[in-house]
């Protein structure tokens, strides 16, 4: 399995070593051409404006082509935000890829960052998650399956071969969501293409 990680801008390392730690292939994406092969692929968090901007037009649409197609994608933090068919502030075009409406930085500011612990469908108990800024979904569309909440509100969320998650889990040493990504999600995308 050959996993490319967006490497724009954010925790694309932290990405990376999670993927790495599970035995997967993982390739760091820059251009469209870093695209070709992929099986799969992780929009990291960071700042959703600025990887909108560094990705330019061509990156982006070849993205919204290929998760279009099927291709099992993974966005954390910012990545949701991209992946999101709504964002509130988003300044850019996202992808439109899962159809969900998020807030942007609803768990407030840098300083207001903390960690818990969630209970997620498919994956299991005190799962640890680092809340950096995260969005929050406020509206889940139909196909849209909820999978973890925090103070009453969608953190983690699932569309075919789409997944998403408000919070870090590359930040923590628990590998759980990044398997669940690779063994299931990733799965499901092949079967349905």
Do not use: W
């Not at 901007?53 to 954390?76: M, S």
């Not at 919070?167 to 990044?178: A, G, S």
């Amino acid at each position: 399995m050959n996993v490319g990680v967006l490497g724009l801008q954010g925790a694309v390392r932290e990405h990376v070593r999670s993927l790495d730690a599970l035995g997967v292939t993982t390739r760091v994406i820059k251009t469209i051409d870093d695209l070709d092969g992929l099986n799969a692929l992780v929009l990291p968090g960071g700042e959703s404006s600025t990887m909108s901007l560094l990705g330019g037009d061509g990156v982006f649409r070849r993205l919204r082509e290929l998760i279009a197609d099927g291709l099992p994608t993974f966005g954390t933090c910012a990545g949701m935000i991209l992946l999101a068919k709504d964002a509130e502030g988003r300044q850019r075009a996202g992808l439109d890829a899962i159809d969900i409406s998020v807030t942007r930085n609803a768990s407030g500011r840098q300083v207001d960052s903390f960690e818990t612990k969630l209970s997620i469908d498919g994956i299991g108990e005190n799962v640890p998650a680092v809340f950096i800024r995260a969005p929050y979904v406020t509206r889940v569309g139909k196909g849209v399956e909820p999978m973890a909440t925090h103070d009453g509100f969608v953190v983690m969320a699932r569309q075919k071969s789409v997944l998403v998650a408000s919070f870090h889990p590359e930040l923590t040493e628990d590998l759980r969501v990044h398997r669940y990504f690779i063994e299931t999600i990733s799965h499901q995308g092949k079967e349905s293409n």
